[in-house]
């Protein structure tokens, strides 16, 4: 870019027939060397750059160190109050004016000092002190000056419930059948060591009859229910049908029942063995010490972070991991897993492509192959095209008008008229919601498919019409496989596009919570009809929902993370393929 | 597009002077490829010769016009059979148009319309009634530029009998080993039958195009300019093929290389601006044409 002065100075200076002669200026004005317009032009590129990679460090960084787990820290302050926590947060503040002097003398002049140390601002942590159920809060701010001692207790315990959120404590005792067995930290760690197992497995086994046992019986109870409706409907009530379905559907009420009597009982009996066993840990409340009693089947997790060592940290954070991919969310979202919505959003964006794909293909197959060019292939392609920019929430309103108002509520009229009121079909569902975003789609695909059925050579079709190929043949042979690496590219487009979509999705069947997955082991195995839940979706209710919003902060940099891995993977995935086929047109083998 | 029963209002219908053409008179002497510029009908030259031949494609006053543009004017030309007859003259004259509505690949352009007809082996090709698939799977055709399909060479091969639904291995095989040995190529590919087409080098793509239009044994076989994307050797391979081919094949080759003309065929007819001017056997053309403007033309003085 740097053009060499020496040079144009030594230019030799060229004189017209005319005796005109050209002026060669010793350096040529900045503008003629294009220099601003180059750092013009770098320059937005360098700051899109730098703003997507901020975008994607932010998000790394933040999502990365959630599952780390910190010290324990146990805090006195002046008052002579003690809490234990987790320090998530530091930051400094303008104190009001007259704040300082209402405050107790001791404390008055460690913030004078501060003030004076930081022109005028003060420290505060927050700190997770969790115990919901003692404190009634998960998180408190303490500002610095209060603070007269912080130690790291090497025995401060950090218990992960199933309910009620975290426990902080230091172990006292451990007791079987209300009996204390253990008395000193190492003692209970060793008697949690040696029975947490067992007590997981019977909370795994209650989740199971829970969720299997229970769930078949309903199901059960619910189809012998639709059956006697439909008979209802069809022959009505003082019919002989009826008298004879009552009958049977009385018996097979009377069967589910004993049934989930009996899967009941077995809940029981696991529970009560789960409540034998439970650890108390001394926290502190209002100054005062206050234990706070566990039971052992609830813990999903306990450590001691102060004690451990790097690599039983990366034990622990590797488990979270594991948990927050493979396990349902707990507490509102705010702990425990996303599998469902992983789940979720993999189903949908499947059946959306596994729609929008060969609609999207045959559709641009027709606008390139067959239609005769002309006034109405342009209307249509630009009608398509500005079908993209059409706002995606009117594609969440047009899915919920027609396909669960009308198309949803037809098909409860005609085949599942025994289970109205109570709509099947005609309310949001991971069918409409793949349809939608299929609809949505479909111009990407479009655009797509038509660019790469347009950079098929002309020849080739002439050379398959030439063979007495018909126009069919010559599609499907010639110009579909050469053009498949581009439609392949319309795909990946298409999935990006529609893996990320939320704003239609709460309209047409996201849920904050589906226990259901929409593929399961009871028949019909696919249920395209279920709610489901969604990773973006899952994001906004983490982000804006959320009781517990301090705890739920970090999940939501967490689950953004993976839905930008799992949108990449799928990326990754459809661009290796796509290289595969690419390669197989131009020289590699069959 | 028009059919052959459409009369054309606007199109010369000049009497057919075929075979028993005389020696032109000395005033037409020099003038006819400037009348043909001024837009006035003249007689094709057509020598005594191919009277004599068993013609496997007759075209009978075939006009041609790209929208409002004429580009071929009232074509009277008989392809013998078993025989390889090129097509010459300076380029934009008609060559490639003619030979793509022997196959109607015309067809496939929605301004082109055409008065007049074709035949082979008696059997009209612009009938209304005629089946176009049918009518190409008789004929194979050649481009100017090797254009393989994306797929092994092996399927480029058998594409034709792919089309067709033949399954039955032994019958692909053969015929791939077959159509491979006529156009010279099966000992280059014999060991790399499913690699894809596109690796090959132009020669070698050419070659393969030429095999498979000979795959499914058609009456005519029709080249336009097969050779002009190819370096010398190549050239002189896909020569030496078309001299293997003659007597079984029925070629009309369209070349505006002049040693490849008087090399490899046995009839040659000289276009001008969408008329044929003269026709007859090559060595007759290339050494004592009837009329002054073709011994220009193969000579270089102009064109
Ligand atoms: N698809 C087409 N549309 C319009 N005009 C065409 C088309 N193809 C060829 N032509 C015109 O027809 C004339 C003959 O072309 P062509 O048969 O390709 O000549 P040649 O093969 O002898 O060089 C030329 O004037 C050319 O411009
Ligand atoms: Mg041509």
Redesign the pocket.
Known sequence: MSSDPVRIAAAPVRTAPGGWRRRVKQRSTLHAHGEPMLWLTGGALGLALFMIAGLLVLVVWQGIFTFWPGALVEVTARSGERCLGEVVRRERYTPEPGAVDALAPDEAAAARRELEAHRGQLGRRLIRIGNFDITGEHFRWLEDFRVAAETRPAWAVLVERTSWGRCYGIPRAFRVDGEVVAETPEAVWEKYRELHGAARARRARRKALESGDIGRINHALEQARLGLRKVELESGRHSAAWAAAEPRFLQEQEAAAQAFARVQEEIHTIERENARYQIVCDTYHRGQIVPATVMLGDIVRAFAPNRLSFVAKLGVYVSRWREFLCDEPREANSEGGVWPAIFGTAVMTLIMCLVVVPFGVLAALYLREYARAGFIVSAVRIAVNNLAGVPSIVFGVFGLGFFCYIIGASIDQLLFAARLPNPTYGNGGVLWASLTLALLTLPVVIVATEEALAAVPNSMREGSYACGAAKWQTVRRIVLPRAMPGIMTGMILAMARGAGEVAPLMLVGAAKVAPDLPLDGIFPYLHPERKFMHLGFHIYDLGFQSQNSEAARPMVFTTTLLLIAIVAALNLFAIWLRARLRRKFVTGQF | MTTASEPMADAPREPARRHATPRPAPALRGDRLAAIARGEAVPTETHRELAGERAILEVDGFNLW??T?Q?LHDIHLDVPFGKVTALV????????????SVNRLNDL?D??RITGDMRLDGASIYHPSVDVIQLRKRMGMVFQKPNPFPMSIYENVVYSLRIDGVRDRRVLDEVCERSLQAAAFWDEAKDRLKESALGLSGGQQQRLCIARAIAAEPDVLLM??PCSALDPIATGKIEDLIDALKGEYTVLI?T?NMQQASRTSDYTAF?YL?RLVEYGPTEAIFTRPHLAETNDYITGRFG
């Open positions: 790209y929208g543009k580009a003259g300076p380029s934009g004259c008609g060559k490639s148009t003619l030979l793509r352009l301004t082109v336009d300019e369209v505006h276009m969408g």
